[in-house]
């Protein structure tokens, strides 16, 4: 299908590497449209296909924008009374 509208978006997708986030990925771009009956409809067209450590999470931002990093995931505490007490990475 030939597509005549321009493209007002970035696709974005985040990288992840032994379970931390690494970087974003530009990996296409789309378009976002409100429709005369208040309807919003979005458009993506990802170059992109299959990527290692990809969640399979994306962002379509307006062009020239850029994603913010993802906030650090809490460690969770270690258990009392067992052997994984000074295992900070659980």
Do not use: C
């Not at 493209?7 to 990288?15: G, Y």
């Not at 032994?18 to 429709?35: Q, T």
């Not at 994306?58 to 993802?70: R, S, V």
Request: a negative charge; zero cysteines; proline letters at 8%.
């Amino acid at each position: 299908m030939h597509q005549t509208k321009p493209m007002t978006h970035d696709l974005w997708l985040q990288k992840w590497e032994a379970g931390k986030f690494r970087g974003w990925r530009l990996v296409g771009e789309g378009r976002v449209e409100v429709r005369g009956d208040g309807t919003i409809s979005a458009e993506n067209f990802q170059e992109l296909t299959a990527i290692g450590g990809w969640n399979g999470y994306t962002q379509l931002l307006p062009k020239g924008a850029k994603p913010k990093d993802p906030e650090p995931q809490p460690k969770r505490p270690a258990q009392s009374g067992t052997d994984l007490e000074d295992d900070e990475d659980i």
